[in-house]
């Protein structure tokens, strides 16, 4: 029996850890061994202003020197949203004047040109899932730690939200229909088997829906998906792929919980949905570390061009070994439901419990 050290993909009920770390040095607000719900501000800090380069000159139509003596500011001035920055002369279309976009300060002034700086942004980080604070690290983040369900996306768009899990397809084929999106599930996470119609992504953004989970997506979606900010977790890949039938299994289990959803991966996270304990429900014994691969154990495939496919381990390899693209790899030969056997690397497979 070989371990495996990379986390499996799906689970149904797994302890979870999640470091929430601020992009710069802040202030903690929470300690070891509080207990948070995902909307608590756990640490806090203050973020660069954008810099604005507004183009004087090109906007009255008048050389340097004209724009220079119009501006009613200098470099380190500090102005507010609608100040007006340059004086307009008598003959100026009210379309001309010029104000500050933002509260900030001057940066500098020359050749018909203001650089205006953004006052610093306040940027509070949440918790993001329920459970214990069980690490912090000084002036930058914590680490937390749940136990739950979840699934883990092989693609993903529109950063973290919040919400009742909602299943509404029979059938993990099943394409999520536009009809199906409405307004009584608004802060809800939507699962579905299929998206196909780019209008179930604008309808669920236009409700609120706190975001989506489906098996696959149609190639021409991706674009759309990624200029929306709306949560979005797809867990088998581009094309029509019915959602992996544990994994639908397990959240139509979990029908009516809440439930995370994050479609933006990072250093610590991909795309995944988590669906955690309540806090009087027991933990398992059989709850605990990730099982590591063996021979008969069941797995879903995570590439190309076995994606989606669920089989079971034949035989672990002990030393690597040339994979369908040519690279080489350490994996397992994996009977398919066809009884055809192929070679998969341990990263592209995940055990299913």
């Known amino acids: 029996m070989i371990p495996i050290t990379h986390e499996t993909h799906f689970s149904p009920l797994t302890q979870i850890v999640r470091q929430r770390v601020l992009p710069t040095a802040g202030e903690l607000l929470v300690h070891r061994g509080d207990r948070v719900v995902p909307t608590d501000t756990v640490a806090r800090c203050s973020l660069p202003g954008k810099v604005r380069v507004i183009d004087v000159a090109g906007t009255l139509g008048v050389d340097t020197a004209k724009a220079a003596r119009q501006m009613q500011i200098s470099a380190g001035d500090h102005v507010e949203a609608g100040d007006l920055l340059v004086k307009p002369s008598l003959l100026s279309w009210p379309r001309e004047r010029i104000v500050a976009p933002f509260d900030g300060t001057v940066q500098d002034v020359g050749d018909g040109y203001i650089f205006l700086r953004q006052d610093p942004q306040p940027h509070v980080l949440d918790a993001?899932?329920?459970?214990?604070?069980?690490?912090?690290?000084?002036?930058?983040?914590?680490?937390?730690?749940?136990?739950?369900?979840?699934?883990?996306?092989?693609?993903g768009s529109g950063g973290e939200g919040e919400g009742i899990l909602v299943v509404r397809i029979s059938d993990a084929a099943e394409p999520l229909s536009w009809e199906q999106v409405s307004l009584r599930y608004r802060g809800a996470i939507l699962v579905g088997g299929m998206l196909q119609d780019p209008r179930v992504l604008f309808r669920a953004q236009q409700f609120r829906l706190a975001g989506l989970v489906v098996g696959s997506i149609s190639a021409g979606l991706k674009k759309v998906c990624e200029d929306l900010d709306l949560p979005l977790v797809v867990t088998e890949g581009l094309g029509e792929v019915p959602m992996a039938e544990p994994i639908f299994h397990t959240l139509r289990t979990y029908h009516g919980r809440p439930g995370v959803i994050s479609g933006t991966p990072d250093e610590e996270k991909e795309a995944e949905v988590i669906v955690p304990l309540r806090a009087d429900e027991e933990l398992s014994n059989s709850v605990g570390a990730t099982r590591p691969l063996e021979e008969g154990a069941r797995v879903r495939l995570t590439r190309s061009p076995y994606l989606g496919l669920l089989g079971e381990i034949v035989s672990l390899s002990n030393s690597p070994r040339e994979t369908s693209i040519g690279t080489r790899a350490e994996g397992a030969v994996v009977e398919l439901p066809s009884g055809r056997r192929v070679f998969v690397p341990y990263v592209n497979m995940e055990r299913l419990e």
């Open 128 to 155: 993001y899932i329920p459970g214990e604070v069980v690490e912090t690290y000084p002036h930058r983040g914590v680490s937390i730690r749940t136990t739950g369900a979840y699934a883990r996306g092989v693609w």
